[in-house]
């Protein structure tokens, strides 16, 4: 898992409250990704982040929302959750730049999240 | 925009056999990684093995191997010898080289399962 961890690891949660997912990462990676996984979608981009305070969006981006305030968080922020979010979500880290490394992104362990 | 094609939902193997799974992908770009990526129960995602588009040699890891097809953009993979363990989802999955993110584009899964 090359020191990427995420929390909650399970969340059960109402329609309409907030909610933010955690990713941490202890490897200083540059690059930093939110993806969802749903049955017959496979993993989408959600959001990612190319260091601290720069971020995109990603295929799937409407209702979430990211933050990186330092090197090893990367947060995932569902303004107000709604079924449609209900998923699980990994994060993922990797140094690799054009031309150096060998781009293999390295992933957390998931956070299974239940919108009810 | 960059698609992956897995048109294999499911595929069942016996123990010690060769299986190969499918993947398929569509991009206009010359310059890209292509990975296969396993899921067990565990949920972890796990990196089998990757091929750079400019290599003609098809990648090798142990029991696992690739059959790179880029004319026909096929990137195929093979397990030789299965084992019980192999039993997962197995994602392909594809990353432009651009400066903004190497971004990962997921195919829909294959589930594999290993039977004695």
């Known amino acids: 898992d090359a020191g990427i961890t995420q929390s909650p690891r399970h969340k059960v949660t109402e329609t309409g409250t907030p909610v933010t997912l955690r990713c941490h990462q202890t490897e200083n990676h540059r690059y930093m990704y939110w993806y969802r996984q749903d049955p017959g979608h496979g993993l989408r981009l959600i959001h990612y982040?190319?260091?601290?305070?720069?971020?995109d969006k990603g295929e799937v981006s409407d209702g979430y929302s990211v933050s990186r305030s330092k090197t090893e968080d990367f947060l995932l922020t569902l303004e107000s959750a709604t079924s449609s979010q209900t998923s699980v979500y990994f994060c993922?880290?990797?140094?690799?730049?054009?031309?150096?490394?060998?781009?293999?992104?390295?992933f957390g362990p998931g956070t299974r999240l239940t919108v009810t | 925009a960059q698609t992956v094609t897995q048109s294999q939902p499911e595929m069942s193997v016996q123990e010690a056999e060769t299986v190969t799974l499918s993947c398929t992908y569509d991009t206009s770009e010359s310059n890209y990684y292509l990975f296969w990526y396993k899921q067990p129960p565990s949920r972890q995602m796990i990196l089998v093995i990757r091929q750079e588009a400019y290599k003609q040699q098809n990648a090798t890891e142990n029991r696992f191997s690739v059959n790179f097809q880029k004319a026909a953009k096929s990137f195929s993979l093979k397990i030789s010898d299965s084992q019980l363990g192999d039993t997962a989802m197995y994602f392909c999955?594809?990353?432009?080289?651009?400066?903004?993110?190497?971004?990962?584009?997921f195919g829909t899964g294959t589930q594999l399962k290993v039977e004695l």
């Open positions: 999955a594809f990353m432009i080289l651009t400066g903004g993110g190497n971004k990962l584009t």
């Open positions: 982040s190319y260091g601290v305070k720069d971020t």
């Open positions: 993922a880290a990797t140094s690799s730049q054009m031309g150096e490394g060998r781009y293999e992104q390295y």
